[in-house]
């Protein structure tokens, strides 16, 4: 029998089927070009003219998509280095809506750099101090390039409102945008409250039609449900709502009870007795004042019959999160089952609810012009299912601009002007600085150059003729130049109406610098043996975390 060698070092410390790397060859340079790789896949669609990416995940779903959150969302990326730069694209989605390729792109090209850095002899803590002195410095020059005026604005102003939302629209729907924008605009400021800080992003819904194109698209004061009315009552104006949450429907004892009947009389009454509450229930629903009802469950054939005696509306809602929607566009209150009391108090009210066929699907719409306009619908045509949810992935670019927006309505230069002017003030302020971590903050400013080079290589265009004259124009003191990508040349963005937020842009630059800070720190990998059993999921891609 041989003998058993035991193993020794870190080897005989952890359990046996464990993974370990250390030291900067190993760790630190694996997780950079695991981070490059993720960041090179998303590059291409960063702009107005990036591709498309066909992603199909683990539950057969196609998307077709430029928008960088939903391409890292469904990538199921499993290298931790990489899934850090996942999660940074992911805070800006949901802090800001829009950037989520910008944090990765550039938390790529500066991980680039620092890989480069690295062969050259520099430490990872010497590049950690010299990039969060770039970022430190950034922010006192983006503040500088804010566009004077534009701290001060009415929310409630459509053409200001386009002029910010133009961008992020046109980095989804490139040509699309003078449609799409006013829309947008207009279901936005139709919702927004009193005091716009309070904007509500679920106010703003989308329902998806397949058929038409995008000249079909309009806007809802009120709310667009999927599916035909109940009964033969197809339109109603002006009427009080009921909300019934419980469904429409005899209910049922709590308890189990018998009956037990002797005759046929007895079976007869019975029957009648049951049928006379049903009305009686339908008939203090009829006479409170309320011509619709509203259900959020089943509707039975028996309540159903009374409902059409006395000329009610009926509704079903199927999901709990529309219905509250359904409550909140009327201002009714949910009644939990047909027996309860109905007071006056309780009804909702609507302009009209009528039943529409658009492109042969037929769908229930629920206006309501006056009062509240607390939610409103952004109707959406196209051709096929891919191009509507990207459609709706624009909208949702805009109305979360509305809501970055309405918390600050700053805006820099966009179309890389921005991006330039940051790079040349960075490379300006290296040379003041002494120490090693002055090559970092040049290499940090070297990475700007990626944004200008990639939507000029998107565009098909010469990158490196476009960043000369660019670098030429702002060091002339023009630093609104920027790349006007229908005309392949430099221009002033003023002109071109080009302009980003400021939030977004500084958003951005801070969740690249810091995902790409932690992936530097890094300098020991160690992954334990995954346990055996099914494969654990936090949720399958691709479902609402609402409905």
């Known amino acids: 029998m041989g003998l058993q060698t035991q193993p020794y070092g870190i080897q005989g410390m952890l359990k046996e089927g464990h993974k370990h790397f250390s030291g900067v060859e190993e760790a630190v340079i694996k997780n950079i070009d695991a981070s490059k790789q993720l960041s090179t896949i998303t590059r291409t669609s960063l702009g107005p003219n990036g591709m498309n990416k066909m992603v199909i995940n683990h539950l057969d779903k196609l998307f077709v998509t430029s928008d960088t959150a939903t391409i890292v969302n469904e990538l199921e990326v499993q290298h931790p280095a990489a899934k850090l730069l996942v999660l940074a694209g992911k805070a800006q989605q949901e802090e800001i809506g829009d950037g989520a390729n910008l944090v990765v792109s550039f938390a790529g090209e500066l991980l680039q750099g620092a890989e480069e850095l690295i062969r050259m002899g520099l430490h990872p803590s010497d590049i950690i101090i010299g990039y969060t002195k770039a970022i430190n410095k950034l922010v006192e020059i983006l503040e500088g390039l804010v566009e004077e005026g534009s701290d001060i604005m009415d929310v409630r ?10 961008a992020p629209v046109a980095s ?89 009947i002797h005759s046929a009389e007895q079976l007869e009454n019975y029957a009648k007795t049951e049928e006379a509450k049903v009305e009686e229930l339908i008939k203090a629903v009829a006479e409170s004042g309320a011509k619709v009802i509203v259900s959020g469950a089943a509707v039975g054939e028996m309540a159903l019959h009374f409902c059409e005696r006395y000329k009610l509306m009926v509704l079903k809602i199927g999901s709990k999160f529309e219905l509250r929607r359904f409550c909140r566009t009327t201002g009714a209150i949910a009644l939990l089952k047909l027996g309860s009391v109905v007071n006056p108090d309780d009804l ?51 109305v979360n601009t509305y809501k970055a927006l309405c918390r600050d309505s700053r805006i820099v230069p966009g179309a890389a002007a921005t991006e330039i002017e940051l790079a040349r003030k960075l490379k300006e302020f290296s040379f003041t600085e002494t120490g090693l971590d002055q090559y970092a903050i040049a290499k940090f400013a070297e990475s700007f150059e990626m944004i200008p080079k990639t939507l000029a290589e998107n565009a098909g265009l010469n990158a490196m003729e476009i960043i000369s004259s660019l670098y030429a124009e702002h060091s002339a003191g023009n630093i609104k ?41 890094v300098d020991q990998i160690i992954m334990s043996k995954p346990a055996g059993g099914p494969g654990r999921r936090d949720q399958p891609a691709g479902m609402d975390n609402e409905d």
């Open 172 to 260: 989804k729907q490139y040509g699309q945008e003078d449609i799409l924008c006013p829309l947008i605009a207009d279901a936005c400021i139709q919702v927004c409250p009193k005091n716009p800080t309070n904007f509500n992003v679920d106010n703003v819904r989308v329902a998806k039609l397949l058929g038409g194109g995008l000249h079909n698209c309009t806007t809802v004061r009120g709310m667009v449900l999927k599916g035909d009315t109940v009964g033969s009552v197809k339109r109603i104006e002006k009427a009080k709502v009921v909300v019934i949450a419980g469904g429409v429907d005899t209910t049922a004892t709590e308890t189990k009870g018998t009956v037990l």
């Open 348 to 398: 909702g009210y609507v302009d009209s609810i009528s039943v529409e066929e658009i492109g042969g699907s037929r769908v229930t719409v629920v206006r309501n012009e006056q009062g509240g306009n607390s939610v409103t619908t952004v109707l959406l045509r196209a051709s096929t299912d891919s191009i509507l949810d990207d459609l709706e992935r624009a909208v949702d670019d805009g």
């Open 157 to 166: 102003n459509k053409d200001e409102v386009i002029l910010r939302m133009r």
């Open 481 to 521: 130049v920027g790349i006007d990508l229908e005309g392949g040349a430099c221009k002033d963005v003023s002109t071109l109406k080009i302009w980003d937020l400021f939030v977004t842009k500084f958003h951005a630059l801070k969740y690249a610098a810091d995902a790409v800070c932690t992936v530097l720190r």
